[in-house]
């Protein structure tokens, strides 16, 4: 079992900057990638970053490379979203996703979610 709390939501003006934390629990939380996926209204689910076990490893979605910046802390067990130059269409829930072994960074093969956190980027 392994548990997932986001925080940092919240509303920015575009152009803005927001940092997402997701801190990640449970007795096998090293065996597991983590990623930060969104859905908007009317959307689906969509992998937004996603990082491997080891915190090495990144993976993007196209719509957010050179302004999203996904880490990992393997000491505390963090991963942060740091997002800069955010835009309306970044506008969604933000989920904390683990998936076991692999770092897919697919709706489909995830194991674990968090509750979701708002962001809102108003124009």
């Known amino acids: 079992q392994v548990q997932l709390v986001e925080s940092g939501g919240g509303l920015v003006q575009n152009g803005g900057s927001l940092r997402l934390s997701c801190v990640v629990s449970?007795?096998?939380?090293?065996?597991?990638?983590i990623g930060w996926f969104r859905q908007a209204p009317g959307k689906e689910r969509e992998g937004v970053s996603c990082?491997?076990?080891?915190?090495?490893?990144?993976k993007y979605a196209t719509s957010v490379k050179g302004r999203f910046t996904i880490s990992r802390n393997v000491n505390n067990n963090t991963v942060t979203l740091q997002m800069n130059s955010l835009e309306p269409e970044d506008t969604g829930v933000y989920y904390c996703?683990?998936?076991?072994?692999?770092?897919?960074?697919?709706?489909?093969?995830?194991?674990?979610w968090g509750q979701g956190t708002q962001v809102i980027v108003s124009s």
């Open positions: 996703a683990a998936e076991k072994g692999n770092n897919n960074c697919i709706a489909q093969w995830i194991n674990y």
């Open positions: 449970g007795a096998t939380a090293d065996a597991y990638a």
């Open positions: 990082i491997d076990r080891q915190g090495v490893s990144s």
